[in-house]
C-alpha cells in the first residue's frame, strides 16, 4: 500500500480538492482509503502528551536541557 499526504480543502459542493499531480497518478476507478485528521483547536491531545511527558521527567534529566 502507497500513502499520500497532503492538505486538502473542502469544495463548496462537499467533496475535497486533490492535488493535479496526485490526480494524474491514480486511476479514473481506484479504489482509496481515505483517513481525515481534523485540526483541533483545543489540542487536547497537546495537553495530554505534555502532561504524561512531565510525569516521567525527573531531575537526573535536567542535564539534557542545556544540550
Do not use: C, H, N
Not at 475535497?16 to 485528521?37: C, E, F, N
Request: proline share 4%.
Amino acid at each position: 500500500m502507497k500513502a499520500y499526504e497532503y492538505f486538502a480543502e473542502i469544495l463548496p459542493d462537499g467533496r475535497l480538492s486533490l492535488p493535479d499531480d496526485l490526480r494524474q497518478t491514480l486511476k479514473p476507478d481506484a479504489k482509496v482509503r481515505v483517513m481525515l485528521l481534523l485540526e483541533d483547536d483545543d489540542s487536547m491531545w497537546e495537553k495530554f502528551t505534555t502532561s504524561e511527558f512531565m510525569e516521567g521527567y525527573a531531575e537526573k534529566d535536567s542535564m539534557y536541557d542545556t544540550l
